[in-house]
Each structure stands twice: as structure tokens, then as C-alpha cells.
């Protein structure tokens, strides 16, 4: 956390403020345990001076499982193709370990995973294309290092960006309006999957109480390895049938 904080210009209490919007943002799914209306300064009270993450900045344990078909367009047919998704571009990557991986607190797999990923899916301007993101927020501060791998704000902007509100999930640009996984739990290797799942809700038109508005394009992250580091895959999904 803190080689990220010094590498990337955001603050303590941009990341608490990044629980605060996810464990809010919990409160509106069904599936989300975990969901709590609390603030930054309650998160992180302004006096705190160590290093160490809140409890809140941690995503708890949880037991789930997620499930993906994937299907040749020429397939999908009559009212499935209303609902259909599609896999518009893909990427993954793995980088080294630890400090190696993160020589500015920031993650070069994910920023390579989605290079690959936007590549695929002819996107040039993902800020201006994406309408909601599902990202890795195991910790609150991978949230904004994901936020900029993904290149959804530009290189140290994105905690002041989540600071105005631009990651709300009323925000221009929504990012976990699920909740993330600081809401809904941490499901070992299933987070990845999950994440697919709710950017692919968003996209139906089905995510309930946490649907965000006129998303035609998402993209979905996660990350393995020491802080996130090592290795990561990026989904961009679009709306219909391509």
C-alpha cells in the first residue's frame, strides 16, 4: 500500500473513501454480505498516522462460485440473443513478483493485460468508452491502481478523480457498483469470474438495485500475487451480438 501511495500520489483517505463507496454500494445486492454505510473518516479517522490498512480496507473471506458460458454468436439465437454478451476483447499477462512487479506501486501486468484486451477490442479512449467497470478491490487501494492500469483516469489522478465522485456508481463512470469484493467477499480463485459475472448483469440490464445507466461497454479485472502483482487478465464486454 504504501509503495503505491508514493507512486501513484493518492492518500489514505482516498483509499478509505473507496471502501466507504463499495461497502456502500453493497447495500443495494442481494449477494453482498458484507455491506455497510460508513464513511472514510470512519474508516480511517484523520488522526491515524500508521501504516497499516483499515479493517474495512480488507475484503473478508466469503464462500461462492461463479459460472461463464461462452458461446459462438451463430448459437446464440431468439430471446438469448436479447440478452447475449459479448467477450469483445481479452487479455493476460504476468509480470514478476512483489517489488519487481511494481516499481511505482503500480501494476504493469494489469496495464499490459489491458492493452492487449482494448487491442482486441479496437478501443482507443477506454475512459470515454467504458461505462462501468467490475475491478480487483481485495484492498482498497487496488481499486485505484486497477482504475489506472485500466487506464479509466490518467497516471495519479485516480484517487483525486474518486474523490469528486467520478467511480460512484452514479458517477460518470461507474467502477464496483456491485459492491466489489470488499462487499461481497473475497472468493479466492472465483473473484475473477464474479467480477465477469456482474460487468455482464450490468450490460443485460439486470443488476437490480446496483444497475448503473446506459453502460454499452465494461470492462472487468482481476489480479493474483503478492499485492495483486504478479499476474492479471482484463475482460472488455460489449452489449448484444456482435
Not at 439465437?77 to 436479447?82: D, I
Not at 517489488?99 to 503500480?106: K, T
Not at 467511480?167 to 464496483?176: C, E, H, Q
Not at 472465483?190 to 445507466?213: D, F, H, I, S
Request: proline share 5%; with cysteine; hydrophobic share 45%.
Amino acid at each position: 500500500m504504501q509503495r503505491f501511495l508514493r507512486g501513484a500520489g493518492a492518500t489514505r483517505a482516498q483509499c478509505a473513501a473507496v471502501a466507504a463507496k463499495n461497502l456502500d454500494n453493497a447495500l443495494r445486492h442481494p449477494a453482498a454480505p458484507f455491506g455497510a454505510a460508513r464513511d472514510g473518516g470512519e474508516i480511517r479517522p484523520a488522526q491515524a498516522d500508521d501504516g497499516a490498512m483499515a479493517a474495512a480496507e480488507i475484503a473478508r473471506p466469503a464462500a461462492g462460485a461463479a459460472v461463464v458460458i461462452l458461446s459462438d454468436a451463430r448459437a446464440v439465437r431468439g430471446a438469448a440473443r436479447r440478452r447475449a454478451v459479448t467477450l469483445r476483447g481479452i487479455g493476460l499477462r504476468a509480470a514478476g513478483s512483489g517489488a519487481e512487479a511494481m516499481p511505482d506501486g503500480r501494476e504493469e501486468s494489469a496495464r499490459d493485460a489491458a492493452a492487449a484486451a482494448y487491442r482486441e477490442a479496437r478501443i482507443h479512449a477506454p475512459a470515454r468508452a467504458v461505462g462501468v467497470a467490475e475491478v480487483d478491490d481485495r484492498y482498497a487501494f487496488l481499486e485505484l491502481a486497477q482504475i489506472e492500469a485500466l487506464r479509466l483516469a490518467p497516471s495519479r489522478r485516480a484517487g483525486a478523480l474518486a474523490a469528486r465522485g467520478r467511480f460512484d456508481a452514479d458517477g460518470p463512470l461507474p467502477v464496483n457498483p456491485s459492491g466489489g469484493t470488499l462487499g461481497r467477499g473475497d472468493l479466492g480463485a472465483a473473484n475473477g469470474l464474479y467480477r465477469l459475472c456482474e460487468a455482464a448483469a450490468q450490460l443485460r440490464g439486470e443488476a437490480g438495485r446496483c444497475q448503473v445507466k446506459r453502460a454499452r461497454i465494461a470492462v472487468a479485472s482481476s489480479a493474483a500475487g503478492p499485492g495483486g502483482a504478479g499476474r492479471a487478465v482484463v475482460a472488455v464486454l460489449g452489449r448484444g451480438v456482435a
